[in-house]
């Protein structure tokens, strides 16, 4: 209903724009007006002929050749009614018929053109607007599924990690697992209800990170050397969450666990002019099995995958894998 009462408004004032611009040529404003009224379907039933038919059958669909020579026809149409039309006004009104002079016919068919080409045009952009915002939205739709499937993947991959580290203490008595599972119930709270946000400060990240921290460093005591640099940055920098935990997690995963000797891990955070600076450095044992291999590089392309939907071409991630270390740079703008 709410589209019929448009159409009707916008026919009215075009007939309305058409009367006023002929008023100066008419002695009989009443005489304008049934003229103007009679010849408005030779514009109007085109124009939906086009917009409506045409336009959805034929261009929506790529047949973009038969759409033109289907609109030509149409035209032509339109002049061979637009003749006729005028006889019939002139014969309802006055019982007679006649020829127009070729200046005035060729006048009025311009005119009928301009107005069913401004008209069909309107509708086209209108429909191509309503397709884009639509292929826009299911273009996000689509990158929200993935983002969730991914961060899903994150949390059981932690969660699981987490608990076999727990498991370890449990079987040595560690007087630290009491305070392992409250640092875990901490970590479990921040991501269940403080990470649903589409962004969170840089902070909030850091303090993730540091919690994350403290279990590792019950988990490997002594022989664990960590350094966590997180020089004070720019202020009010926001992050998309859990990402940088993953790749803390994996410097642990894939080289402190493999092995009972002495590890490093650095890692450093910066913020300096709207760039954050992420690096992160652990020793590995020289000798792998090639499922820690494959596992490692999974690891990795599920956080490339996040960066690229969440900041496409606004990131920069470096990956050196040497013989007793591994790193990852990445610069990240936010």
């Not at 996000?140 to 991914?150: I, N, V």
């Not at 490093?264 to 913020?271: D, E, G, K, Q, S």
């Not at 690891?299 to 270390?325: C, F, M, S, W």
Request: proline letters at 4%; glycine letters at 4%; a positive charge.
């Amino acid at each position: 209903m709410k589209r019929f009462a448009l159409h009707v408004l916008l026919w009215a004032g075009y007939a309305l724009v058409e009367y006023v611009a002929n008023l100066p040529h008419y002695n009989d404003p009443q005489e304008l007006v049934r003229q103007t009224l009679f010849f408005l379907p030779v514009i109007a039933l085109p124009f939906y002929l086009i917009a409506y038919g045409l336009v959805p059958r034929l261009l929506w669909r790529g047949q973009k050749t038969l759409f033109w020579l289907s609109c030509a026809l149409v035209f032509l149409l339109v002049m061979v009614v637009r003749l006729q039309w005028t006889n019939w006004y002139a014969w309802l009104n006055e019982g007679i018929t006649f020829d127009l002079p070729l200046s005035k016919i060729s006048k009025n068919l311009f005119r009928d053109y301009a107005v069913i080409g401004f008209a069909v045009a309107l509708k086209v952009i209108r429909d191509w607007d309503k397709k884009d915002r639509l292929a826009s939205r299911l273009q996000l739709e689509k990158r929200d599924a993935e983002l969730q499937f991914l961060r899903a993947q994150i949390h059981p991959h932690f969660l699981f990690n987490t608990l076999n580290n727990l498991y370890g203490l449990a079987l040595t008595q560690s007087p630290h697992t009491a305070d392992s599972i409250l640092r875990l119930s901490g970590l479990l709270d921040f991501m269940l209800y403080q990470c649903n946000a589409e962004r969170i400060p840089v902070e909030k990240e850091l303090e993730l990170i540091g919690h994350y921290l403290e279990l590792e460093r019950l988990r490997f005591g002594r022989r664990l050397q960590l350094e966590f640099r997180h020089p004070k940055s720019e202020t009010g920098a926001l992050l998309a969450p859990l990402l940088l935990l993953p790749f803390v997690e994996n410097a642990f995963k894939h080289g402190a666990s493999q092995t009972n000797d002495a590890v490093f891990i650095n890692i450093r955070l910066a913020v300096e002019q709207h760039t954050l600076h992420f690096r992160v450095e652990n020793s590995k044992p020289r000798q792998r099995p090639a499922a820690v291999e494959t596992s490692h590089g999974i690891g990795l392309q599920n956080i490339e995958k996040r960066l690229a939907l969440l900041y496409p071409g606004h990131y920069q991630i470096q990956v050196r894998d040497a013989a007793d270390t591994f790193t990852v740079d990445l610069k990240l703008d936010v």
